[in-house]
């Protein structure tokens, strides 16, 4: 039944053609060659090293489109979307990180003068391992290491013209 199901995809010869075809249908009208980039991206996501992309331009100049009418193609596992985010909030997060991209709709919203250090590490060294403290169970302070496993591949999308030098 699965198979039925996406035989047509699954048998296909030419996806990124396909891909082109479907956006043509639903509106998309100039160059595809950032949908199909965003979609080739993100099938790394599975590999040891998943390719992180990075959108680039002035506002309106198309890059949150080329993310809104590629995403609904992909599997909804294969990302995460992060509109913004605290310095530490992908320590605490819930959401597992594995074979996924984390897609960022503008970087500045998660930049600091720091850059985004805890973003890198994972990104660079496939794994977080954040070491804090917590309240125990008897109320005394216990240490906790709050661990994060990849590979992950990051997605974004930026009016910046430059980043912090590591982020770039």
């Known amino acids: 039944e699965l198979f039925k199901a996406c035989e ?6 030419d ?21 199909r980039l965003l979609y080739l991206a993100t099938v790394t996501r599975l590999f040891n090293t998943p390719v992180s992309v990075c959108f680039k331009g ?13 995403l609904p193609y992909l599997p909804r596992e294969a990302y ?3 509109s913004g985010m605290s310095e530490k909030a992908l320590q605490y997060s819930q959401e597992s990180f594995k ?18 250090p805890w973003l890198r590490m994972l990104l660079s060294e496939h794994r977080l391992d954040y070491r804090t403290v917590s ?8 240490a906790v290491i709050l661990q994060k ?13 430059h980043l912090h030098p590591e982020d770039e």
């Not at 047509?8 to 010869?13: D, E, G, K």
């Not at 996806?15 to 949908?35: A, H, M, W």
């Not at 309240?135 to 216990?142: F, K, L, Q, T």
């Open 80 to 82: 995460i979307e992060i």
């Open 58 to 70: 002035n506002s309106a100049a198309g890059k949150s489109h080329v993310l809104r009418t590629t």
């Open 149 to 161: 496993e990849g590979p992950t591949g990051l997605i974004m999308t930026t009016t910046e013209r």
């Open 8 to 13: 047509s995809i699954a048998t296909c010869t």
């Open 99 to 116: 074979h996924r991209h984390i897609v960022i709709h503008e970087f500045s919203g998660v930049q600091s003068a720091e850059g985004n």
């Open 15 to 35: 996806i990124l053609g396909r891909l082109e075809s479907e956006l043509r249908d639903c509106g998309t009208v100039g160059d595809t060659k950032p949908n």
């Open 135 to 142: 309240p125990g169970s008897g109320g005394e302070r216990e």
